[in-house]
């Protein structure tokens, strides 16, 4: 991940302290619940984690790059800062005594290279309780930024300074279940994560820990 690229813009930009439309639908839908137990992998800012905190969740939010968090109200969210996400050691020691409800990940998955999507799949399946879910909303190879820039491995780019990978809809679902996930839900469109005038066609997976 670049974490120094999301260290600086984190330091120089803001962003909106309103829940992602992601967060909003997880709860519209009651796939996150009050009471309910979610790791967040890649907080940002903190705006989606601190939606579900106003709705009752029990919530530990997480990202590999020091972040600004200038509007929690007080709430209990549990944030934890330059985090390694593929390093197996480092997040059982943090969070193995915990067993989630969820584990959500919004913008990150595309951030990471695919050898620490298996990773973070591996120890995912560690901290998820049996009926737990993996909620994840990221770029996909139908963006309309896939190939631009220099590619540096399959499916990713560096592109303005900035590296993503674009991930196949049909690989990582294929690779859901073969770590133990029951894909229950998938949607690829646009409409899902329009901010100022990008509308990029976004993945989002909602996958069940099966055994």
């Not at 829940?19 to 967040?40: C, N």
């Not at 200038?70 to 996400?85: H, Q, R």
Request: proline fraction near 4%; hydrophobic fraction near 35%; charged fraction near 25%.
């Amino acid at each position: 991940m670049d974490s120094n690229y999301w260290k600086n813009r984190y330091k120089n930009e803001h962003f909106p302290s309103s829940p992602s439309k992601f967060a909003e639908w997880a709860i519209e839908f009651a796939y996150i619940q009050p009471g309910d137990r979610v790791l967040e992998l890649g907080c940002g800012n903190g705006r989606d984690s601190i939606w579900f905190a106003t709705h009752g969740v029990n919530v530990f939010a997480c990202d590999q790059a020091k972040c600004k968090i200038d509007f929690c109200p007080g709430l209990p969210v549990k944030f934890d800062f330059d985090l390694d996400f593929a390093n197996y050691d480092q997040m059982m020691e943090r969070y193995g005594h915990l067993k989630f409800d969820q584990i959500y990940s919004r913008f990150t998955w595309h951030a990471i290279s695919e050898q620490d999507e298996n990773e973070v799949l591996f120890w995912s399946l560690e901290l998820l309780k049996v009926g737990g879910q993996l909620l994840i909303e990221c770029r996909s190879i139908y963006d309309y930024l896939f190939g631009e820039g220099k590619e540096i491995s399959k499916n990713t780019f560096v592109y303005n300074g900035h590296t993503r990978r674009f991930i196949n809809p049909g690989d990582l679902i294929n690779k859901l279940f073969e770590y133990g996930y029951d894909t229950m839900l998938t949607d690829c469109q646009c409409g899902l994560a329009p901010y100022e005038e990008e509308d990029p066609k976004v993945l989002r997976i909602f996958a069940t820990k099966v055994r």
